[in-house]
């Protein structure tokens, strides 16, 4: 079975997933492998890894290894560059920033970069990257347009052309370290248009708000620098629960 066959199964069968995202690039891989085991215990389905800035071959794959070995969680490669790439990692999101205002993020590094992901074997998991604002450092080095809060039918119009090309995920990024989360009305709306699984990040450190995200239809809710901030267990089970709808 293929990394995205089992997100597939088991959105079906438990409901929305949890995700903890991990940057190379914020810690040493020991202290990767210490929060990978500390989001394992909150309830975390998965690691995403990757970041805007800072990952290279190297740390990718030590950090992943650390992970791995810490948590038993799959990990997903969350790429930032066409460079830094590992064998190490479950799989890779093939990611496109459709509203990216430089081709080089929409198809140029995807281009680079097939031939070296087919040589080593990596799986690949297509997936519409879409920036809301604010946007954060991810859509300042992707020179995004970012979709405004109030442009829910521009949401949904790019989340149906990620459907129409024939990509296994949506994502709605707000952005790591963002003031405010994706809106709930633009979740519910883009989840209401499209039959593909719905990634939402950025801006969610609260239960309320990873509940919000839940309830608007996400299938997958994604959380980095509540990672990077926060070692209380209590904290990030209550958060995981949230986002996953299940009793602590």
Request: hydrophobic share 45%; charged share 20%.
């Amino acid at each position: 079975m293929t990394v995205m066959d089992n997100i597939r199964e088991m959105i079906a069968s438990r409901g929305t997933l949890h995700m903890a995202l991990i940057d190379p690039d914020k810690q040493p891989p020991e202290e990767a492998g210490r929060i990978a085991e500390r989001m394992l215990a909150a309830g975390s389905d998965a690691v995403l890894i990757g970041g805007s800035t800072g990952v290279t071959s190297e740390n990718l794959a030590a950090t992943t290894r650390a992970i791995k070995d810490a948590s038993g969680l799959p990990v997903i490669h969350f790429p930032g560059n066409a460079e830094a790439l590992s064998p190490e990692v479950d799989a890779l999101l093939f990611m496109s920033m459709l509203n990216s205002t430089d081709l080089k993020w929409v198809i140029g590094a995807q281009v680079f970069a097939a031939p070296y992901i087919r040589k080593l074997g990596i799986e690949t998991i297509p997936m519409g990257y879409i920036i809301v604002e604010p946007g954060m450092k991810v859509g300042e080095v992707g020179k995004a347009d970012p979709i405004r809060r109030d442009q829910i039918d521009r949401a949904v119009a790019y989340a149906l052309a990620c459907e129409m090309y024939g990509m296994s995920i949506v994502y709605l990024e707000a952005g790591s370290g963002a003031d405010r989360p994706v809106p709930p009305e633009m979740i519910s709306a883009v989840k209401k248009a499209v039959s593909i699984p719905l990634i939402v990040g950025g801006g969610i450190r609260t239960p309320e708000a990873a509940a919000a995200a839940r309830e608007a239809g996400a299938d997958i809710i994604v959380t980095g620098t509540l990672l990077e901030q926060c070692s209380e267990g209590s904290v990030l089970k209550a958060v995981v629960s949230a986002a996953k709808g299940v009793s602590q």
